[in-house]
Antibody, heavy 114, light 107 residues
Framework: EVQLVESGGGLVKPGGSLRLSCAAS????????MSWVRQAPGKGLEWVGR??????????DYAAHVKGRFTISRDDSKNTLYLQMNSLKTEDTAVYYCTTLYYWGQGTLVTVSS | DIQMTQSPSSLSASVGDRVTITCRAS??????LGWYQQKPGKAPKRLIY???NLQSGVPSRFSGSGSGTEFTLTISSLQPEDFATYYC?????????FGQGTKLEIK
């Protein structure tokens, strides 16, 4: 059974940092291009960024509103995807999902508030 | 960046109705588009990939069509479990982008 399990969400002050993790199982993680997608409370889905599999170069791409503040990385030996979020703003408050665009995690809530 | 314009933003329909949701891309995206269903408090579920291919396990009342800049999701006969919010996603070029969503409600 495929599972994507996000963790690391919580309450953080504006300007702070947080690292989200996504533990994958049930499929060959190292072969997958992985994305992060977020959803602010009561709002629509918003693509955050993605990382290629290493054999395709492992390149990352980001949405404009997070570029320079967020970094996606992966550890294929641990079947884990990461999202390092720095300089957080109140508008980054959202549920963050990791996804292959087919498989999705359950999401983890990040709240940015003073 | 490619903008995805989804319409309508909300739709009221009855069980058994046929409904159509449209996404228009600001530039051509070939068939690099998926359709997703999301229910409250749940992760999205992909229904259609590559614009017109039904995901395994998804009921055949769902269908997708289109290529280039105009795409449609059709539900041929609404069932009670279909009342949800639907999104399109283009993955032709970065940054990927979702439509604004269509909330399908019971009339």
């Amino acid at each position: 059974e495929v599972q994507l399990v996000e963790s690391g969400g919580g309450l953080v002050k504006p300007g702070g940092s947080l690292r989200l993790s996504c533990a994958a199982s049930g499929f060959t993680f190292s072969n997958a291009w992985m994305s992060w997608v977020r959803q602010a409370p009561g709002k629509g889905l918003e693509w955050v960024g993605r990382i290629e599999r290493k054999t395709d170069g492992g390149t990352t791409d980001y949405a404009a509103h997070v570029k320079g503040r967020f970094t996606i990385s992966r550890d294929d030996s641990k079947n884990t995807l990461y999202l390092q979020m720095n300089s957080l703003k109140t508008e980054d408050t959202a549920v963050y999902y990791c996804t292959t665009l087919y498989y999705w995690g359950q999401g983890t809530l990040v709240t940015v508030s003073s | 960046d490619i903008q995805m314009t989804q319409s309508p933003s909300s739709l009221s329909a009855s069980v058994g109705d046929r409904v159509t949701i449209t996404c228009r891309a600001s530039q051509g995206i070939r068939n690099d588009l998926g359709w997703y269903q999301q229910k409250p408090g749940k992760a999205p579920k992909r229904l259609i990939y590559a614009a017109s291919n039904l995901q395994s396990g998804v009921p055949s009342r769902f269908s997708g069509s289109g290529s280039g800049t105009e795409f449609t999701l059709t539900i041929s006969s609404l069932q009670p479990e279909d009342f949800a919010t639907y999104y399109c996603l283009q993955h032709n070029s970065y940054p990927y982008s979702f439509g604004q969503g269509t909330k399908l409600e019971i009339k």
